[in-house]
């Protein structure tokens, strides 16, 4: 049997609320990929609708795991990183890119840092500079469509995404450097919501959608990319991890909906991994 491939997850630990870490750690397993954990912060809940969260920065600790890592001789088929405290912070992930990435070592960067055209609390246009330089670096790279707008210099705008807008978007966004551009909650004329990814060597671009909601859904960025980074890091197309990704989103999305769910505790995604593992095992054959 194969090795098991192994992602290094860096993202923040937000204990309650179902997004980063506390999503990357169950989706990237489910999946079948080992997921190793650099913690950048450490909140009581995400800062969305939540009010007095805890916060800790853990930067002093970023380097030192990623050190240990390396020493013991562990082996990266895979870096993603997510929610980053800073601009400082982005500085560590490049160094921890350094001292564990090797040739062929997926880079994934999420560049958390806004939605519905605004920066989370804590961030602001300096976060979008280092997350410029980041995608330089990436492989892959997952912003909804207000990230989007704001690394491509563009204004952000509300929907519907008219094909201009997203193809403009699609080329700036390559241009910084990244092989693939994945976009999330584009929502076109037509109806629905859906991620679109632009593959650049192949010049293909795909499209998987789903029925929209109204609202927000706090941490299906986060629960997308996972599953996007694990399945693209475990060898599978982009076409099928982006239609395999997408489908969990929606069932999640689908279960909240029916429980009635608070926005901001999550989304249901527990309930959809059994479905999402057997289109795993469908891509990879059981193991
Ligand atoms: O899901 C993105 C995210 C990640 N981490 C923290 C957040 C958010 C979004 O609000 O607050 C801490």
Request: with cysteine.
């Amino acid at each position: 049997m194969e090795p098991l491939k192994r992602i290094a997850a860096i993202h923040d630990l937000s204990g309650l609320g179902k997004c980063s870490l506390t999503m990357a750690l169950p989706v990237i397993s489910a999946t079948g990929v080992e997921c190793s954990c650099i913690p950048t912060v450490l909140l009581s809940t995400h800062t969305g609708e939540f009010k007095d969260y805890t916060y800790k920065n853990l930067s002093d600790e970023m380097l030192p795991i990623a050190a240990h890592w390396r020493r013991e001789g562990a082996r990266f088929d895979g870096i993603y990183s997510g929610y980053l405290a800073s601009p400082a912070q982005g500085k560590l992930l490049e160094a921890i890119i350094d001292l564990l990435a090797e040739d062929d070592t997926m880079i994934i960067v999420d560049p958390v840092m806004a939605d519905n055209g605004e920066y989370y609390s804590n961030l602001g246009h300096d976060m979008c500079e280092e997350f410029r330089y980041l995608c330089t670096l990436a492989d892959v790279i997952t912003p909804n469509i207000t990230e989007a707008a704001f690394l491509a210099g563009m204004k952000y705008m509300p929907p519907p995404h008219g094909r201009g807008y997203v193809e403009k978007l699609l080329d700036r966004l390559g241009r910084l450097g990244s092989r693939r551009v994945v976009i999330t909650g584009v929502r076109p004329p037509e109806g629905g919501v859906g991620n679109l990814a632009f593959d650049r060597e192949s010049g293909e671009t795909f499209f998987a959608m789903r029925p929209a909601s109204e609202g927000v859904f706090y941490g299906t960025g986060d629960l997308f990319a996972s599953a996007l980074a694990a399945l693209l890091v475990r060898g599978a197309g982009l076409k099928e991890a982006l239609e395999t990704a997408n489908a969990l989103v929606d069932e999640s999305i689908q279960r909240t909906e029916l429980r009635g769910t608070p926005r901001r505790f999550g989304v249901n995604f527990e309930g959809a991994l059994p479905a999402y593992v057997r289109r795993v095992q469908e891509i990879f054959g059981e193991n």
